[in-house]
C-alpha cells in the first residue's frame, strides 16, 4: 500500500504552483494583486494604494482597477482549478510548474461587470466561482467585496475559450 505523500510536502507543491501561475502575468505584479490558496480556494487581494483612485474628490477606486481584479481574479481562478486537477492527476510535472513553464490561461471572450457600490480607498478580496468549465469553453461568475463579504461592491460574469487540455507551451506544434 503506497503511503500518503506528507503535508508539508503537498502545500509546497501546491504554493509553489500557484506562485508560478500568479507570476505568470505581469499585470497581477503591476496592480499588486495577491493571492491566499486554503485547499482548492483561492481569495484574490488588491492592497490599497493611491494609485488606483480614480476620483479623487469621493475617492474612490478607478472602475478599471476594479474590472481588472475581477477579470484576473476569474482567470487565474479558472487557470488554477485546471492546473490544480492536472497536477494532482500527474498529467503535469510539479517540477516543470515550479521552473515557470505553466500551461496557456483561458482567454477572454467578453466580461461583464456590474458595479454595485464605489470602491472605497481601502484593500478589496475577491473569489471566483467556476460556473462551467468544458473542453472549449468556460463560465466564472466573480465577487468583490471590501469590509463585508455579505455588501460586494462590484460582481463580475467571465466567459472563456479553455486551452489545449494539458500542454505546456513547448508541448505546442
Known amino acids: 500500500m503506497k503511503r ?10 501546491r504554493d509553489t504552483a500557484l506562485a508560478a501561475l500568479v507570476g505568470a502575468v505581469p499585470y497581477v505584479q503591476f496592480l499588486g494583486i495577491r493571492f491566499d490558496r486554503r485547499g482548492d480556494e483561492l481569495t484574490a487581494w488588491l492592497p490599497y494604494a493611491d494609485i488606483l483612485i480614480g476620483n479623487p474628490t469621493l475617492p474612490a477606486l478607478h472602475g478599471g482597477v476594479t474590472a481588472s481584479f475581477l477579470e484576473v ?3 487565474i481562478g479558472l487557470a488554477w482549478s485546471s492546473l490544480w486537477d492536472d497536477l494532482e492527476a500527474g498529467r503535469i510535472d510539479p517540477a516543470r510548474v515550479a521552473a515557470g513553464e505553466v500551461p496557456p490561461l483561458p482567454k ?4 461583464t461587470v456590474d458595479y454595485l457600490r464605489a470602491g472605497l ?5 475577491a473569489r471566483a466561482r467556476v460556473m462551467r468549465s468544458g473542453r472549449r469553453f468556460a463560465s466564472v461568475q466573480v465577487e468583490s467585496w471590501q469590509d463585508n463579504r455579505e455588501r460586494p461592491f462590484a460582481l463580475g460574469s467571465v466567459h472563456c475559450l479553455m486551452p489545449e487540455a494539458g500542454l505546456m507551451p513547448e508541448d505546442r506544434a
Open 73 to 75: 481574479t476569474a482567470l
Open 4 to 13: 500518503p505523500e506528507p503535508v508539508a510536502q503537498v502545500k509546497s507543491r
Open 108 to 111: 477572454t471572450i467578453d466580461f
Open 121 to 125: 480607498p481601502r484593500d478589496c478580496y
